[in-house]
C-alpha cells in the first residue's frame, strides 16, 4: 500500500513509519516537526526509496491538497495530534486548533482527493485515537467500542471531538473511514515528557521520580510496536465505518509501574549505593486525574486475530535497554520547550 502517514516523526507515527517500510509499503510521512517531533525516529527508514518526507501542518489546508494531488495515496493514517495532557490544561488553545481543525482539514483533503479519483474502493481513512475519550473508570470493568464519550480533559475533549468528526464523515459523506481507540503507550523513541521516560532519564541522573497523588491510577500499557503492528491490520482489514480498540492487556498502577522499572535499572545500571526506588517522591497530583483507564479488546482479537506480543514486563526491559544505549537521541531532547518541568497545574 501507498501510506499517507501524518504525524509520522512523532512516538507513535514514527513506530508505524518504521514497520510500514519495513513491511514494503511505500509511505509518505506528513509532519509539522512540532517540539515533540524527531526525525531521528525514522532515520531507519528514511534511507529506503519506500520512505518519502512532506514538512507539512494538517492546519494548512492548501498544503494537504497539493500533498494528496503529488502523492496520491492508497490510504490516511492519521496520527498527527497534540497528546500531552499536562499541555493542555496549560494552553488548551493548541489543542483544539490541531486535534480538531486539523483533523477537519485532513477530512476534507482526503474526502476531495478520494471524490476526484473516483471513490476508490479500497481507499481508507483511519483515524487513530486514545481511550482517554471515555474517561475514567472504577475499580471493575473495561472500555469497549460502545462505551458513552466522557472525556475529562481538554486533551481527551479535543480528541473526543475528532472521532465524533470522523464518524461523521463517514455517515454523512460515505468516506470510507476506520478508527482505533488505544491505551497508554511506551517504548523506544518515546519524548521525555512523559511517564516512563521521565523515571527512566530521571532515575539515571540522580533526580526525583515524580508520582502523581498516591499513585494508584491505573493504565492499561500497550508496548509502541505491538501499537504499530495492530494500526496497519487495521488498515488493510478493518471493517469499514468500524471502530476497534487496542490495549496491551496489561493494566499496572503507576507505582507498580515505576517500582518495575526502579528493579529493571537495578539490575541493569545498579547504583553506587541503595535503589533506584529510593529516588520515589510523590507530587501534587494533577487536576481532574483519571482513576483507571482498561481497554477490552475482544473486537480486534476476535475480528482480526491481533494480540499484543509482549507482557508489560518484557515490554519495559527493552525500553529500558533502549534509552540505555541511545542517549545521543534523547540528551538533545531534554533541551526543548517544558521538558523536565511540572506542568498541568495551573488550574
Known amino acids: 500500500m501507498k501510506l499517507l502517514v ?12 518504521r514497520l510500514a517500510v519495513a513491511r514494503g509499503h511505500e509511505v509518505v510521512n506528513l509532519d509539522a516537526l512540532t517540539y ?37 495515496p492508497d490510504a490516511v493514517m ?48 483511519h483515524h487513530i485515537s486514545t481511550d482517554e475519550v471515555f474517561g475514567s473508570l472504577g475499580a471493575e470493568g473495561q472500555f469497549t467500542e460502545t462505551t458513552p464519550y466522557d472525556p475529562r480533559s481538554p486533551y481527551s475533549a479535543s480528541k473526543a471531538s475528532s472521532d465524533h468528526l470522523v464518524r461523521a464523515w463517514h455517515e454523512t459523506y460515505g468516506l470510507p473511514v476506520v478508527m482505533t481507540n488505544c491505551s497508554n503507550n511506551y517504548g523506544p523513541y518515546h519524548f521525555p515528557e512523559k511517564l516512563v521516560p521521565v523515571i527512566i532519564l530521571n532515575a539515571l541522573a540522580g533526580k526525583p521520580l515524580p508520582i502523581y497523588g498516591n499513585g494508584a491510577n491505573v493504565r492499561d500499557w500497550l508496548f509502541v510496536e505491538d501499537h504499530a503492528d495492530a494500526l496497519l491490520l487495521v488498515v488493510q482489514k478493518g471493517v469499514v465505518g ?27 545500571r545498579p547504583k553506587a549505593s541503595g535503589a533506584y526506588a529510593d529516588q520515589i517522591t510523590f507530587v501534587t497530583d494533577r487536576p ?25 514486563e518484557q515490554g519495559l526491559e527493552r525500553t529500558v535497554d533502549w534509552y540505555l544505549a541511545n542517549e545521543a537521541w534523547w540528551r538533545p531532547l531534554q533541551t526543548r520547550q517544558g521538558v523536565g518541568e511540572r506542568l498541568g497545574i495551573k488550574a
Open 288 to 312: 481532574g486525574h483519571d482513576a483507571r483507564y482498561a481497554i477490552d479488546p475482544s473486537r480486534i482479537r476476535e475480528e482480526l486475530g491481533w494480540r499484543p506480543s509482549v507482557t508489560v
Open 242 to 268: 468500524r471502530s476497534y480498540n487496542i490495549g496491551g492487556e496489561n493494566e499496572r498502577t503507576n507505582l507498580e509501574l515505576v517500582n518495575t522499572l526502579c528493579a529493571i535499572l537495578d539490575a541493569k
Open 78 to 125: 492519521h496520527l498527527a495530534a497534540e497528546s500531552h495532557v499536562d499541555r493542555s490544561i496549560d494552553g488548551p488553545a493548541d489543542f483544539i486548533e490541531t486535534n480538531i481543525t486539523g483533523t477537519f482539514n485532513m477530512l476534507e483533503a482526503a474526502r476531495a482527493y478520494w471524490q476526484t479519483e473516483g471513490r476508490p474502493a479500497g481507499f481508507r481513512f
Open 36 to 72: 515533540a517531533a524527531c526525525l531521528e525516529n525514522v532515520a531507519e527508514a528514511a534511507h529506503s526509496n519506500l520512505y518519502t518526507f512532506e514538512k507539512a501542518d494538517i492546519r494548512d489546508r492548501a498544503a494537504l491538497d497539493v500533498i494528496f494531488a503529488r502523492h496520491r
Open 6 to 17: 501524518t504525524g509520522g516523526a512523532g512516538f507513535i507515527g514514527s513506530a508505524v513509519v
